[in-house]
């Protein structure tokens, strides 16, 4: 049976860092953003077994995935909401503790957003967030970057749109989060690999899947875009590891009070 290939599978040794991270106690309700199909939030309600963990996410697809695996395992202590964070109305001064698993990057005010999160925080409690560092920093990004538009070519950039990279600066974000009133921010190098699957054929399927993949293939004729898919596929093949297809990256813990 092939590997299935999934976002969770892909951050399976970050999730390990990010969970000790957090130090959620027994009795904590945790609050977490991003929370994709939810399995972060499933591992911080097994260790708040008498608190309560919701899991938030803009993606209705991803809440319904979410909910399914989450009914399944029997949890009790679990619930999800579709909701956007920067305007969704939570409970005031509700949360022990707010994680996130590379969710909270995309805001279109960002300042707004981690606002309202400290608002569903109570006093002394505590956000911890998982962040990718530069573009430059991550062997991934830089990879995909150079085989869909060749080794000289200058980093993608994302005008308008999605920046997985938009909280890699910590001045940026210490500047952001005090402004949306939190304090005491730290932050806490993390360098693991990711996996993109267990042959060359997987780790394209799940890189082709990327959205700033797509767009870039669509902005370049079809020989130019069956150019560019050979040299990613050269760039997996180069990282195919045995046992699956790794890449290096670094990413960011990064923690706050309220």
Do not use: K
Not at 10 to 38: P, T
Not at 125 to 149: C, F, K, P, T
Not at 220 to 249: I, K, M, N, T
């Amino acid at each position: 049976m092939s590997d299935p290939m999934d976002y969770d599978a892909e951050l399976r040794l970050h999730n390990e860092v990010l969970r000790l991270a957090c130090d959620i106690s027994r009795h904590d309700r945790v609050l977490d953003i991003g929370c994709g199909a939810g399995q972060t939030t499933r591992d911080a309600a097994r260790i708040a077994a008498a608190g309560s963990a919701v899991g938030v996410d803009i993606s209705a697809g991803m809440i319904a995935r979410a909910q399914v695996l989450t009914d399944a395992e029997g949890l009790r202590n679990v619930r999800f909401e579709q909701a956007d964070v920067q305007v969704h109305h939570f409970p005031s001064e509700h949360f022990d503790v707010v994680i996130s698993r590379f969710g909270t990057m995309f805001f279109a005010d960002p300042t707004a957003a981690f606002s309202n999160i400290r608002r569903a925080l109570r006093s002394e409690g505590r956000l911890v967030m998982m962040v990718w560092q530069d573009h430059e920093a991550n062997e991934w990004s830089v990879s995909i970057q150079q085989g869909l538009a060749g080794r000289d070519s200058a980093p993608i950039v994302f005008p308008g749109g999605p920046d997985p990279f938009s909280l890699a600066d910590p001045t940026t974000v210490e500047r952001i989060l005090s402004a949306a009133g939190f304090a005491e921010t730290t932050f806490t190098d993390v360098h693991e690999p990711v996996y993109y699957g267990e042959d060359v054929a997987a780790a394209l399927d799940w890189v082709r899947g990327f959205s700033y993949t797509q767009d870039m293939l669509q902005r370049l004729d079809a020989p130019s875009a069956e150019s560019a898919l050979e040299r990613l596929r050269e760039a997996l093949a180069a990282h195919d590891r045995g046992p699956g297809v790794w890449f290096d990256s670094r990413a960011w813990i990064v923690t706050a009070i309220r």
